[in-house]
């Protein structure tokens, strides 16, 4: 089984809306639960870590304490100098203890595919990261939780709806007053 392919994972609001000041607009717990299964859920008991892709601005939205998010191997894209330019490949103690540092989207998909097979990889953003990956040919899936609600927003998903096809939806749950759905979307082939 091969699993190279990008799936990406995010959570938008009526206009596509994802982040505000560098950070989510809204706070739902069963999101983020969500978001930590998904990405960290290997494809069986022995296989490697996830990969998950992340822009600069995104890492450095998280709180030192949950980065490198736990239980995924990270990989952060700047077009800032690395001070490791070297250290391009995940040791087992690295994946643990600090992000890999790549350029460009393709040096971060070249790093994961290089990796086991039976590891998934998600790109989990911001927008700009966003934009890129859902250009690549290995984009396949998108996990898109849809907030019916409309938040103040100064980063938006792009628009996808011409290029994917949904493909499942889930029920409407509530949280903090605020509906939603999981919805999975699809590449159109
Ligand atoms: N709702 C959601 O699902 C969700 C998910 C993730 C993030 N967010 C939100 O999104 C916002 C951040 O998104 P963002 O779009 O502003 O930033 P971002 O995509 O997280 O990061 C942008 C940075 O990535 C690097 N980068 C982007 N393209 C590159 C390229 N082609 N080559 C090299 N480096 C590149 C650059 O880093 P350097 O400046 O270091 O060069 C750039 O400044 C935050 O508000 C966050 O909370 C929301």
Known sequence: MTLKKLDLIAACDLNRGI????????????????FNSKSSTRSSEDA???????????WESFKPKQRPLPRRRNIVITRQEISEPDDHSFKDSD??????FVHTLQDAVDLAFAQDDRSHCF???GAVIYEQALRHPAFDLLYL?????????????????????????????????????????????
Do not use: M
């Open 145 to 189: 939780t849809e907030i019916e609600g409309k938040f103040e927003c100064d980063v938006f998903f792009p628009p996808f709806e011409n290029i994917c096809s949904l493909i499942s939806q889930s029920e409407v749950h509530v949280e903090n007053g605020i509906s939603y759905r999981f919805n999975t979307y699809q590449k159109k082939r």
């Open 48 to 58: 490697p870590d996830n990969i998950v892709i992340v822009g600069r601005k995104t």
């Open 123 to 125: 790109v989990i953003g």
């Open 19 to 34: 982040g505000n000041k560098n950070g989510l607009p809204w706070y739902l717990p069963s999101d983020l639960k969500f």
């Open 95 to 100: 994946s643990k203890n600090k992000a890999v």
